[in-house]
């Protein structure tokens, strides 16, 4: 059962993202995250280069070392596409997210499920209430969503009950900040510029709880009791957001977030 406030959220959410232009369809839903033009080319750049080095430096790996098909969750999954392309290698993906819109949540992940029969399906729930047996998966990654939980220890706890003993648990595309007082900077930009970012949908889009950034620190706390030891792992982006932070040195702003890969094995 999703709250009504996560009701009211996931339909100003896919409004929201609508007028954003991110209802990629045709060639350009397939192509993600090699998005090479239009007004969102430089997101899906930095998309790309995580997915990359996900799949490079974690995913193959693991089913090198166990030698077979691998249960992949993607939690947040948005259209799927990330789903898709790990189905794509011959895995076991299940995309999980709170939005059934057809705009960039699940109802666009049509397109994928008909190019993976019997390897990709679409389950619509919140992330840390997802209806299916503990130990499910041999990895299990938030893309792109665990700055949206509102319980961080109770949805690091759901991602470590769904992942077998032994299994990966992967953090793609969530900002981190070295310090609180940074993320919490973001955070009060967001909420000064709202009216002008997200128009009459602005309470209702920054209504929840959402933890909204990350630190080493703050990943740690909330995952002491299941256990998680994370890891870093660096990705190199493209050449303009590698020099954002002296940019914003220069330009006297806030250090901005990076994304990077987290990671940690189920105990």
């Not at 430089?42 to 995913?59: G, K, P």
């Amino acid at each position: 059962m999703i709250a009504p406030a996560l009701v009211q959220f996931r339909e100003a959410y896919a409004r929201h993202r609508a007028g954003e232009g991110r209802g990629h369809s045709g060639r350009d839903l397939l192509a993600l995250p090699y998005l090479d033009h239009g007004p969102l080319a430089r997101q899906w750049a930095v998309r790309a280069r995580s997915f990359d080095v996900f799949m490079r430096d974690l995913l193959r790996p693991e089913a090198e070392r166990l030698d077979r098909q691998l249960a992949v969750l993607d939690l947040g999954a948005g259209n799927g596409w990330l789903s898709y392309r790990v189905a794509r290698e011959g895995h076991m993906a299940t995309a999980i997210d709170i939005r059934g819109d057809a705009i960039d949540g699940l109802g666009a992940a049509m397109p994928f499920v008909a190019r993976a029969p019997n390897q990709l399906d679409c389950v619509i729930a919140s992330f840390d209430a997802v209806p299916l047996d503990a130990a499910s998966a041999d990895v299990t990654v938030f893309n792109a969503a665990l700055h949206y939980a509102t319980d961080f220890a109770a949805t690091v706890a759901e991602a470590a009950r769904l992942t077998r003993p032994g299994g990966l648990i992967a953090i793609l595309d969530s900002p981190f900040y070295r310090r609180d007082r940074d993320g919490e900077a973001m955070v009060a930009e967001k909420h000064r510029q709202a009216t002008g970012r997200f128009g009459d949908a602005a309470a209702t889009l920054l209504g929840l709880p959402f933890i909204e950034y990350l630190t080493r620190d703050r990943l740690a706390d909330a995952s002491a009791a299941a256990g998680l030891a994370w890891q870093r792992h660096r990705v190199r982006y493209p050449m303009w957001y590698e020099l954002r932070p002296v940019i914003a040195l220069l330009r006297s702003r806030r250090p901005p977030s990076r994304f990077d890969i987290w990671w940690a094995r189920r105990p």
